[in-house]
């Protein structure tokens, strides 16, 4: 057995063998007759018995066969004496057998635990101790060994688990470390390969910007014609690029184009139609076709692509005539067919979602079918263009970048049926100056990330003060997010910067009549949180009911984001489940890191648990 430092359980028994001695002094003192030497020399030959084995187990220092053999030696010299050369017995091996039992290791019991049982027959020769008393006390003996040898089990596996957890926690360690610098290591792969799509993207578009607007500049005075061509191709390269920065940035998909055609779109879905199932097709379109917003162009395309599917799925068409109709108050499709038709048609789920997304921008669907006849679908949706009887749409505009102000600002005022009210540079400065206006504005463009006060809290405030008021939100950054703040607060629409001007006026004459609108891929994104919110609600509920206190002080996203980080959840996992893209969830990480006081994933979900902010 190896030296240990010393245990409760070794000053215990330490203190019960100082009181053994103490009493068996006492015994002899006070029992005339028990011993035959002179009292000095007793008493000295008993504590010597006793303290002679007490150099081989003290604190600091044990030798556990050399105590062993010293008890055997002292204690059991003191008991054959008894035996055989004093009056009365005394069985004095009780305590040096418990001591013996806690001293031996497995190698030792099978000497050691013989030894201190078989000491009682020394009665049966001594004649002081009776034959059938015998096996008593040396099951007594045996018991106490036992007891002694238990202590001893127990001593060394508190000692082994304690050298566990040492060792468990100088692995952790271990592991801790290594994991702070994987995640040193993959935050700055992550740097480095945004940064390298960033100069690919930004160093590109920004060379290449600058060539054309050097073309243009060159171009003015001589051939302003091409120069105007030339312009055209540079902010489509502008607007491309920009969009594939934010791509990069943020894995937001590219926004959709309001370029298309919407004749040219729905002759193709016609001429698909037509090659998949043989069925005669023919678009008519009459009129000066004419900008769509990119809203009602997807309605209308909805309605045509809907109807065509009832005539080939149910109608029995054999052919299909569309007739697309440009007036200058409405814009009108007719889709119609020679199939069997029904005088009894009812509206389905695909007929009533047709009717609720014209209704919803001011349209209208009509349908008649006869038996025989054939079925005649037609759309009908307002024209964009403000009459000039009208009186114009004041608009105001909130931004911190001057030029998107007056660029802004300028294209408005060449819009037919628009004017600039006015402009600010900060969301309290917007407030200010409508307050102090003559005229309130119809439509607020407010941007988001200002300072001082950004879009969110001045939208909410103007909606308090001016509730009549229309608020379009406008940003770079197209998150489901912001979109959700922006409609909680009131907005009536939510726009990215990068919209064409076109479909950003149409959208504000739009918004003046009543409509709202929000990108379709963060529509779409909302629904499928809608969805799945129930189940999702009641892990993030359950999380936060988990402590009723944060004394960390996080927000709300920011315990969303923990709950998923203390699930194991990878950052796009985290992305995907809360609509955000994958550098705003890496920002709340940081954020979480700063508050919890931590460096790793590991150590803000154990700082969480042990805070109670999400459950184990």
Sequence with gaps: MKERQWHWIDWALLSLYGLWIVSGILYMLFTPGFVTLPAWQAYSLFILSGVIPLWFWRPGYIRPRLFIASEIICAGGINVNMHFSMPMYLDNMVVPSLLAGFLSSKRMVWWSAPIFTLFPLLGIWSGKIAWFTVPDEMINHLILFGIGYGFNVFLHTQQRLQQLLRENERQFLTIQQYAEQVERLTVQEERSRVAGELHDALGHSQAALIMGLETVNSLLDTEPEQAKQRLRSVLQHARSSFAAVRHHIHGIALVEDSEIDMT?????????????????????????????????????????????????????????????TYAASKISVTIEDDGIG???????????????????????????????????????????????????????????????????????????????????????????????????????????????????????????????????????????????????????????????????????????????????????????????????????????????????????????????????????????????????????????????????????????????????
């Design 264 to 324: 040219e779109h729905v002759r193709n879905m016609l001429n698909r139609m037509s090659e998949q199932t043989g069925i005669k097709s023919r678009l008519n379109v009459r009129g000066t076709p004419q900008f769509i917003p990119f809203v009602h162009r997807v309605t209308l395309e909805r309605c045509v692509q809907e109807a065509i599917t009832n005539a080939v799925r149910h109608g029995q068409a054999e052919q299909i005539e569309v007739e697309m």
């Design 342 to 616: 029904n005088d009894g048609l009812t509206f389905g789920y695909g007929l009533t979602s047709m009717q609720e997304r014209l209704q919803a921008y001011g349209g209208s669907l009509d349908i008649a079918s006869h038996p025989d006849g054939g079925t005649r679908v037609s759309c009908c949706l307002p024209a964009v263009q403000q009459p000039e009887s009208e009186p114009p749409i004041r608009l105001f505009m909130a931004d911190d970048e001057q030029l998107i102000r007056e660029s802004l600002s300028f294209l408005a005022e060449k819009e037919q049926g628009l004017i600039v009210s006015g402009t600010a540079a900060n969301g309290r400065e917007a407030i200010e100056r409508i307050a102090g206006a003559e005229a309130e504005p119809h439509v607020v463009l407010m941007d988001i990330r200002m300072p001082e006060m950004d879009g969110i809290a001045a939208a909410l405030e103007i909606k308090e003060r001016w509730p009549h008021i229309k608020l379009i939100m406008l940003t770079t950054i197209d998150e489901m997010e912001h979109a959700v703040q922006a409609i909680e607060a009131g907005a009536e629409g939510y726009l990215l910067k990068s919209i064409h001007p076109q479909e950003l006026f149409a959208m504000i004459r739009l918004v003046s009549r009543g409509s709202t609108f929000v990108p379709q891929s963060l529509a779409l994104a909302m629904t499928e949180q809608i969805k799945r919110g129930q189940t999702e609600g009641a892990e993030i509920t359950g999380a936060e009911e988990a402590s009723t206190e944060d004394p960390f002080g996080l927000t709300e996203r920011e315990r969303e984001v923990l709950h998923y980080l203390a699930e194991g959840m990878k950052y796009r996992e985290i992305a995907a489940k809360l609509y955000l893209s994958e550098g705003t969830v890496r920002n709340y990480v940081s954020s979480l890191y700063a508050k919890l006081g931590v460096h790793d994933r590991q150590s803000a979900a154990n700082t969480a648990r042990r805070a109670k902010l999400v459950r184990d």
